[in-house]
């Protein structure tokens, strides 16, 4: 019986991947894909910027000792 409900349970799967399931186009596959790319850019760059400050801040604090 187990084995019944596992294929079952596939059957029902493979069905709602194909049939039930909206896929985004190729357009808005490229879309998205590129606004990840810039938005990692960004937050990225963001990151640098504030590691680069902290440090710049703590050196010149350690001098003061």
């Known amino acids: 019986m ?3 409900s596992i294929l079952n ?3 029902e ?3 709602e991947w194909m049939h039930k399931v909206s896929w985004p186009t190729w ?3 490229q ?3 590129i606004v990840v790319s810039v938005a990692s850019l960004i937050i990225a760059i963001v990151v640098y ?9 703590l050196e010149r604090f ?3 000792f």
């Open 13 to 15: 799967s493979y069905d």
């Open 9 to 11: 349970y596939f059957k």
């Open 49 to 57: 910027l504030m590691d680069i400050s902290f440090q710049t801040i």
């Open 27 to 29: 357009s808005e596959l």
């Open 2 to 4: 187990a084995k019944f």
């Open 62 to 64: 350690y001098t003061l």
């Open 31 to 33: 879309n998205s894909a």
